[in-house]
């Protein structure tokens, strides 16, 4: 039987048996419409927004944090997709007071996309095309990690110590311990790692400050377009403060697992070309 993120077993779907799905996961949300059960799938956050032709016929229910569960009750799904790191344990324990089976995931590398499209593909192999789907994906994401790595050893470029930000006002960045920074490492780029204090120890997403010890401990800066909406002008300015080179990433590409973690694979593949001198 499939098996989830904290060891739950859940009992692939009959054919026939109804299924309703409610997904608190936008990249997860993406990867259900790829795998083909948009028809059933029956609540999404407002943050879901892919496929956006999609998404837009499927009622939402909040946001990844803040979920009506008024909303969800009523929509008597049978299926539940959450996430460790978007949702809140009360509200997901509230859930499952009344959702009968509760899908938990954590993907914190690359590879775990695997995972993910076995376990969705197991778990609703009745329903139609859902496994041809799930295993076309672990094709296409397995071409393009042997792509990325084949051009890695073909033209191999010097490591970089990056410092990938998501907030400011407060700064925040993400620890190594993350799906992003493992991302990132794909490519030899590797996470900053406080040691000074400058940030929360132990945190998966810290809060910093700019000094000049972080300056000197990084060859250059990226600044995601998401969850905070970072822009061309942000990157200019802050390059002009610090005196370091400052990028723009496509944070959905770097930071989304499912199906788009394929097209991540690619963009990283020209994030090394493009940034390797």
Not at 22 to 42: D, H, I, M
Not at 177 to 202: F, H, N
Request: glycine letters at 6%; a negative charge.
């Amino acid at each position: 039987m499939p098996l989830d993120a904290i060891g739950t077993l859940h009992a692939p779907v009959a054919p026939g048996e109804p299924v309703r799905i409610v997904s608190l996961v936008p990249s997860l949300t993406e990867l259900l419409c790829a795998l083909g059960l948009a028809p059933v799938l029956v609540g999404r956050t407002g943050f879901c927004i892919h496929p956006r032709d999609t998404v837009a016929g499927i009622a939402k229910v909040g946001g990844t944090k803040d979920v009506n569960l008024v909303r969800i009750r009523a929509l008597a799904p049978t299926h539940l997709v959450v996430n460790i790191d978007e949702n809140e344990k009360p509200t997901v324990e509230a859930l499952a007071g009344f959702i009968p089976n509760v899908i938990v995931t954590h993907p914190q590398a690359p590879a775990d996309n695997l995972v993910l499209y076995r376990l969705f593909g197991d778990l609703f192999a009745a329903l139609p095309e859902v496994t041809a789907r799930a295993a076309a994906l672990c094709r296409d994401f397995a071409a393009a990690q042997a792509a990325l790595h084949a051009d890695a050893v073909h033209d191999p470029a010097p490591p970089r110590r990056v410092l990938y930000c998501i907030w400011q006002e407060p700064w925040m960045t993400v620890s190594r311990d993350t799906y992003i920074a493992r991302m990132l490492a794909q490519i030899g780029w590797q996470q900053w790692q406080p040691d000074d204090g400058t940030a929360a120890s132990g945190a998966r997403y810290p809060c910093f400050t700019w000094t000049d010890a972080v300056c000197e401990a990084i060859d250059c800066v990226l600044l995601s377009s998401e969850p905070y909406s970072f822009r061309q002008s942000h990157a200019a300015s802050l390059a002009q403060q610090l005196g370091k080179p400052v990028y723009l990433v496509d944070g959905e590409k770097l930071s989304w697992y499912g199906s788009r973690a394929i097209a991540g694979l690619a963009y990283l593949q020209a994030l090394r070309r493009d940034r390797a001198g």
